[in-house]
């Protein structure tokens, strides 16, 4: 699979050849030479924060006039939820799913992924930073034209995107929903051999816990995405909360942070602070790098945190997924066998918010 389109309001990228580490993955080019080429599989991504007033937002649209009409729209409609309408001539296509559940100024992620010859496709919701996904199926989605999907991506004269609206990005495969890796390839785990980049860690490895124990890897994921939102690269820097080397890691990614000052200020022996609250142009910045980003992650038996180059982070939390076969069958673990999977119970140590991370980031600077 690929990227082959990465969109802002400054930035327009488009090759059928892939972007960024995807480029010469797609299998486009050969395929899509000619005007009139189609789409037949593949997934719109567009991330958005919610206004702070009940009104309705255009999350992507866009309308070209070619052999027949063909326009395409996602657009959040309070008291209704997102509506998706393509139509191709006189052939409609029109699918709603809800979103009472996320908040005004929260983030949220929104995928079409669409099956022309299979003649399925999903929307999906979910809200950033939470255990929140939304699927509604939909039926008999029609092939997109190539040629419309180009304009869209590299010419903004030819959509209308709100200002809500972060950025939109073009799979040609369907892209997985549900919990997402958070880690750099290269960022250091401690394993029973010592440290070992997470990228080269697998299943059946052991590695040591926070506990101190070993335990073992039961799956590891890895994904490529779109440099941007929620899964801009953030780069925690050494020394601060105890790390010996600069890790890369995307914004959801929690540490578990503890010591007197901690106690001190939250009453708490140990506190989880998601990477993207620690951003202050010191303790950590936002990382510069192409339009793509991979990321991996870790599943333990329990939710328990790993030793990363010093400091204690969070293996990825999956929950009770095991139990929700439609997600799971979206996700990245869908692979593997459910009867393997662990249950995840909510953390009992509380996560920051953005305004007390800060402050405990600044009073470890100084």
Known sequence: MAWIGISTRDDQRFSLAGLGSDSGRSRLLAKASTTDSMLSRGTILVEAVLPSED??????????SNAWETSFSLRAIPGRGIV????????????TIGYENATHGETIRLSYAWDAPARTALLALEVVGQPRTVLVPVSAPPPLLVADLRAAFTDPRQREMDEEATYIALSDEIEPVGPQPTLSLHANILTEKGYVAAGRVKAGDTVRAMSGKLVPVLATIRRTVPALGSFAPVMLRAPYFGL???????PDQRLVIGGS????????????????????????????GGPTVTWTQLILPAHEALQVSGTQMESLFIGRLRRKPELLACSLLCDVDRGALPEHAQSSHLVLRHFEAITLAHRRAA
Not at 244 to 250: F, I, K, M, N, T
């Open 55 to 64: 009104r309705a937002i255009t999350l992507l649209s866009f309308q070209r």
């Open 261 to 288: 000052d901690v106690e001190y200020m939250f009453g708490e022996e140990q506190v989880l602070v998601p990477a993207r609250h620690l951003v202050n142009g010191t303790a950590a910045i936002h990382a510069l």
């Open 244 to 250: 010996r080397e600069d890790v890369l890691v995307a």
């Open 84 to 95: 998706l309408v393509i139509q191709q001539g006189d052939r409609l296509l029109h699918a």
